[in-house]
């Protein structure tokens, strides 16, 4: 069994299938991780790219496309894969050499943290240390911590898209499982940091953004509540 499960929610981009791939496989040790597509039915093109990546897993996931779809796919991915580390992934990333050594020295360093951000190297307080985009995350903290109300899910399922990594790395630090390693360069190729084209999925994530903040900011109060209940959940065995 791999270490890694990289998972990875698509939709309408199929030419991004294997360039993402080619990324994974230059800066990743043979064997330490695996390419996980999550597909919407219906979404035959991408399904379609997806597949002819020999070495990477395509699940079509049992849902139609809907509000939340981010978060959904990323959950799914979490029940159908078994690796004891998962990854937060997007179709529009490059990794760079060492971005999973220094991502496990992060978490396995004397503090052991469960919760690991990348250095996008776009997003002000990634590149800071104080947020993660997209984030290498133990599946026993998914397991006995989730969304905090939500054992089990790794992204809470009511945002349309904006705020699921937020709440998911604020959590984290209030419970102090989150670290950040600058040195795991996963980089965004991102319209707002001049490394994309704007398209209809770019646009359909960012629709509902005020929405999206305005969960946060009631979530928040859950989660830091039952954390203060439940103390830390613990650290990487």
Known sequence: MTLVAILVPVLARPKRARPLYESVKAATPPGQARIVFLCSPGDEAEIKACRKVKH????????????????????????????????????????????????????????????????????????????????????????????GDEPGKLLHEGYHHNFCDTELIQGAMWRHEFTSALGSIVEHLHPHWKKGDMDATYRLGLSEYEADRRLFMHRRRIWRARSDRGGRAGGVG
């Open 56 to 147: 990477a897993e395509t699940l079509v996931v049992p849902f139609d496309r809907a509000p939340g779809d981010y978060s959904r796919k990323v959950n799914y991915g979490v029940s159908a894969t078994e690796e004891p580390w998962l990854f937060q992934g997007a179709d529009d990333l490059r990794f760079h050499p060492e971005w999973l050594s220094e991502a496990l020295k992060a978490a396995l360093g004397a503090n052991r943290r469960r919760v690991v951000g990348t250095n996008d190297l776009g997003n002000r307080l990634v590149v800071r240390g104080r947020h993660s985009t997209h984030s290498l995350v133990h599946r026993s903290y998914i397991e006995e911590v989730g969304t």
